[in-house]
């Protein structure tokens, strides 16, 4: 069986958006890659994190990192991506408001999930079989499963940008002990891994 893992870029200040997200501006009022500069620019220098990130089985996400749509879905919006998302297998995406699956080119299907974590994450598993689940983000739905102890992997990729302002990752999370796994720097960012130390 897979394991249940998170890949998130994030500032120096532990902020993994800016403030003031918005359509035009979906990861807020910041500098043009400031969080993810590492896998446009520095593509090869970071392969073999970039690779990981894409290998999941199957991908959990927020409604806010699927979209802008709040409320009860008023537009026909198919995510940020394009005809072809990146994630190429199902996607959960956490929502209050039902919606019928979203099919996409290149094996991307979005399914939406109006009961909570815990369904997704079953649902998640179902569908990935021996393969790793991704919890993509954003940063609340990331402190959601650190504080339901429902994640086996942290991997923060922590960039030099300092943003002052924003969604910050271990908002809202209780106290707890983190294994370092590993940890790689890069000219653009540093790749840290941490596991919980369960007993």
């Known amino acids: ?5 998170t890949d998130i870029a994030v500032s120096a200040d532990g902020f993994a958006a800016g403030a003031h997200q918005s ?7 910041i500098e043009d890659g400031a969080l993810h500069a590492w896998m446009l620019q520095d593509y090869e220098g970071n392969r073999a994190e970039v690779d990981v990130i894409l290998d999941a089985g199957a991908t959990i996400m927020g409604r806010n990192m699927f979209g802008p ?18 994630y190429h297998g199902p996607v959960f995406v956490l929502t209050h408001f039902p919606h019928e699956p979203i099919r ?6 979005f399914h939406f999930v109006t009961e909570g974590i815990e369904v997704a994450l079953e649902r998640a598993r179902a569908a990935a079989g021996d393969r790793n689940i ?17 994640l086996d992997e942290l991997r923060l990729h922590v960039t030099s940008s300092i943003l002052g302002a924003g969604e910050r990752i271990f908002e809202g999370v209780p106290a707890q002990r983190m294994e370092r796994v590993s940890v790689r720097a ?14």
Not at 23 to 29: H, L
Not at 104 to 109: C, I, N, P, R, V
Not at 134 to 150: D, E, H, K, R
């Open 1 to 5: 069986m897979g394991i249940v893992c």
């Open 69 to 86: 749509v709040r409320g009860e879905w008023d537009r026909d919006w198919r995510g940020w991506w394009g005809d072809e998302p990146p």
């Open 23 to 29: 359509e035009a501006a979906p990861m807020g009022e």
């Open 134 to 150: 991704s919890v993509a983000g954003g940063a609340s739905t990331v402190n959601q499963f650190l504080a339901a102890g429902l």
């Open 104 to 109: 996409m080119e290149g094996g991307t299907t």
């Open 186 to 199: 890069t000219s653009l960012v540093t790749h840290l891994t941490y596991r919980p130390a369960r007993a």
